[in-house]
């Protein structure tokens, strides 16, 4: 057998260089498909240098980090702040332990448009493609990481990825029984306890399974309230036969209870306006009310009180997240295999600031009727203003499947088929519900997701209609279809790629409740329209003139043909340079498409927005060697028909549409080094240029916003990450690690930024193993080392300057202080 077959019949050489890192394919099939760079890889040398510096091998930007460095970072934290030190990713973590989420910065692209994935499953959003990084898998169980910085592989499976993707990897089970438990302390009462156990090989096929639970509770780092998370997760694997043939299932649930953190406002450029940290007597502690202030009483008459959506138990971030994930691969004939990695996703999850406070006599309440009310608080009479939960419910069922059929022509010829579906049902609705003012100078919502559970919390009004803040489902569906050839020539040298995806994408919306016309404001009621105008839209009793659109459902389909190309060529002793070329779509968000419009002829849409685009060039050089791991690469990237809220004359209302494109150049580098044998080295650089390429519209005046030419916000100029470690002897390790964000734009228009920051870190382990304690030790972790005092996510928004164009001041929020935690693993 040549030296291809031998690779794919052997497992063992497969599961190692896996583990080391050496690929880091999103899919079951592109890892197979990639498989054959592996074997280049593993021949030269080691595949990492500390777990940070991968030698990738593959023809596109990608970094990739394992488990040798992941384990040397907080426990629990998200993996997002662990990738946070490779070239081209800027990640802003909203608190210490990463519990609150963050905001995603790559090469420009929010992390709306970047594609994050977990085991191949696509994790954004449904709806908004949002990116919730405080729910994501347990460190601990993660084998490796890895960054695309520019372009997906051909067969992701989204309709939104414009700016690259993010993916991680589950841990294989071991092949041998054991576990361990995990405790950990640290700063702001910071608790998490985790526990795993490996099954080992068991049955008559060789099965492994290992199951791991996890808890964790912290204070927030100003103001007050707590963060708590819980999580399950579970994966059995079945090898069939000895060719690296498999099958996988695995599950995962998190449950987040949390209050929020407040940010403050920030001055203008001009420095007219003081930040909240300036003025708040809190100063970098500035958050929600510590204290509720009670309403006063009149004779029959609750006023409102006068700090609720300010008051920090009121303002909570709920969610329960759940999946399965299948993996499989199976060699149909010699040659011939098939990869399946089927999928199905639960999401309940609301935020924000979620009450209000009515009128016991609201229309709301009145429905059809035009006189009484409805007793909110249970006084005897319907004369009072009472606050109430009006949350924003999402819940999302999706299923989804990967597959692909790759063929080997040849030794250096391979095509690849692959098919890609996603299903999400994603229900949006907001079921009032109480307030417990049992305890008046604490109060909390009786449940957090308001009166979706339990029909007693809900408010009712005197038709029995209850009340609802939105009510609306989507079907958001995609259909992808995709072809991949790799061949190699000139003696294996030179490889190249040519690949096209294409993607079919349909969004049925079904809206529930009244539209309120050229807007994405809703009226959920069981008040009956009292006059249909001749354009079809509707008015309503005590309302004004205010038009709105009847309960609807409509139907949006997007399509395109997506290539793809890259090539690498191999020369000298360890030296590549390598080339891509890709095209990405992201079809416009619900959010977007429910904005809608009645237009003369009757039927109604936004034709203001279409389908975001990107096209992206890389161009890199890598050098491997036993020691070190080098990899520079330049890039541009053209992205057209941004979508962002603008004003529109004719019809006197925010749209969302499509206003221009940006473009962005920029360098990005990375060096792993081990100069002396238990010293590692690590270096990155990041170097972005990104600017908006034409102006538009927002105010009611007509003013044109002068965004031509000027930065991208929320994305830093320069970046530099540093990291050194090294293992003392066999007891003690330790490193250091620091990463340099320079300054960043808050608004489109430039007139407002924040300063650069630089973030140091360490951490220390001492191990137990010497002393008869295998995989037991205790590690030490300080986040933040040197108290810088920065802010970290960026309410970014068109303009910050006051005045005729009425811009309100843009939030931020506040770094986390130093923070020192400990965690002591016993191994079995």
């Known amino acids: 057998m040549n030296r291809k077959r031998v690779f794919w019949a052997t497992t063992a050489l497969f599961t190692g260089l896996m583990a080391a890192g050496a690929a880091s394919a999103q899919s079951t099939g592109t890892e197979a498909t990639e498989v054959e760079s592996v074997v280049v890889t593993g021949s030269r040398g080691p595949a990492n240098v500390g777990g940070l510096a991968t030698a990738e091998t593959v023809a596109k930007t990608r970094n990739t980090i394992g488990q040798e460095f992941i384990s040397t970072q907080q426990a629990g934290q998200t993996i997002l702040q662990s990738l946070n ?110 526990g795993l156990i490996d099954t080992g090989e068991f049955g008559p096929w060789g099965t492994t399974a290992w199951f791991a639970a996890s808890y964790q509770n912290y204070d927030k780092f100003k103001g007050l309230g707590e963060l708590e998370k819980k999580q399950y997760n579970a994966r059995i694997y079945q090898p069939l036969g000895d060719n690296g043939d498999f099958i996988a299932l695995s599950g995962h649930y998190n449950e987040n209870r949390n209050n929020n953190y407040n940010g403050p406002n920030l001055g203008t450029a001009t420095g007219s306006l003081l930040s909240d940290v300036e003025t708040s007597p809190f100063g970098w502690g500035v958050d929600f009310d510590r204290t509720y202030i009670a309403p006063t009483f009149r004779t029959g008459v609750a006023d409102n009180d006068a700090n609720g959506t300010g008051y920090y138990g009121l303002r909570i971030n709920p969610s329960n997240t759940g999946n399965i994930r299948g993996n499989s691969r199976f060699t149909l004939m010699d040659g011939l295999v098939l990869t399946v990695d089927p999928s199905f996703q639960y999401t309940l999850a609301n935020g924000g600031t979620q009450q209000a406070v009515l009128s016991e006599t609201d229309l709301l309440l009145r429905g059809t009727k035009t006189t009484g009310g409805v007793d909110l608080n249970g006084d005897g009479d319907t004369l009072d203003r009472v606050r109430v939960m009006t949350p924003s419910n999402t819940n999302t069922h999706r299923y989804g499947v990967n597959s692909s059929l790759i063929w080997d022509l040849n030794d250096n010829h391979r095509l690849r088929a692959a098919y890609a579906f996603d299903w999400g049902r994603h229900r949006q609705n907001g079921h009032y519900g109480f307030v417990d003012f049992s305890n008046p100078s604490e109060p909390r919502f009786v449940d957090v997701f308001g009166g979706r559970n339990d029909e007693d919390n809900r408010v009712v009004n005197l038709d029995g209609y209850a009340l609802t803040s939105r009510d609306r489902k989507s079907i958001a569906q995609l259909n992808q279809f995709s072809l991949e050839y790799r061949g190699r020539f000139l003696d294996e040298a030179l490889t190249v790629v040519a690949g096209v995806r294409a993607p079919f994408f349909k969004r049925e919306l079904n809206q529930y409740c009244y539209t309120q016309n050229a807007s994405s404001n809703v009226l959920c009621t069981s008040e009956v329209p009292s006059a249909t105008l001749a354009n079809g839209n509707v008015t309503f009793t005590g309302r004004g003139t205010t038009q709105y659109i009847k309960p609807y459902e409509r139907e949006v389909k997007y399509d395109d043909i997506l290539p793809n190309f890259m090539a690498s060529y191999r020369f000298g002793e360890g030296h590549s340079v390598y080339g891509s070329y890709s095209e990405s779509l992201s079809a416009p968000r619900t959010d977007s498409l429910y904005a809608v419009t009645r237009f003369t002829d009757g039927s109604i849409g936004n034709p203001t927005v279409q389908p975001e685009t990107s096209k992206n060039y890389d161009f890199g050089y890598r050098y491997t060697a036993s020691t070190l791991v080098v990899q520079a690469s330049t890039f541009f990237n053209e992205f057209d028909n941004r979508i962002v809220s603008t004003y529109d004359e004719d019809l006197g209302q925010f749209v969302d549409r499509n206003v221009g494109a940006v473009e962005t150049t920029g360098f990005e580098a990375s060096v792993g080094w081990e100069p002396i044998p238990n010293l590692n080295l690590y270096a990155s650089a990041t170097f972005t240029n990104s600017e908006l390429q034409d102006n538009y519209v927002y105010n009611a005046a007509g003013a044109e916003l002068q965004t031509k030419g000027k930065k991208q916000v929320e994305t830093p100029e320069e970046m530099f990450a540093l990291r050194a470690s090294y293992k003392f002897n066999d007891v003690f390790t330790a490193g250091i690690q620091g990463k340099y964000t320079g300054e960043r734009w808050v608004t489109d228009v430039n007139d407002l930024k924040v300063d650069a920051y630089t973030v140091v870190d360490a951490d220390a382990r001492f191990d137990f193993s010497t002393f008869g304690l295998e995989g037991t030790y205790l590690q030490v972790n300080v986040s933040n080392l040197f108290d810088e005092q920065y802010y970290n996510t960026l309410g970014t928004r068109a303009s910050a300057t006051p005045g005729a164009l009425g811009y309100s001041r843009p939030f931020a929020g506040v770094g986390a202080p130093r923070t020192v935690m400990a965690s002591l693993r016993y191994s079995f």
């Open 85 to 194: 030190l490779t070239p081209g990713l800027s990640f802003s973590n909203a608190d210490p332990y990463g519990s609150s989420g963050g905001n995603i910065r790559l090469r420009g692209f929010d992390g709306n448009r970047v594609s994050l994935t977990f085991d191949g499953i696509p994790l954004n959003d449904t709806g908004n493609y949002a990116t919730y990084t405080n729910q994501q898998l347990d460190p601990e169980l993660i084998e490796r990481a890895s960054v695309n910085t520019g372009s997906t592989d051909v067969d992701s499976p989204t309709a939104s990825a414009t700016g690259g993707t993010i993916n991680y990897v589950t841990r294989r089970p071991a092949s041998d029984f054991g576990g361990w438990i995990q405790g950990s302390l640290g700063d702001f009462a910071y608790r998490r306890v985790m």
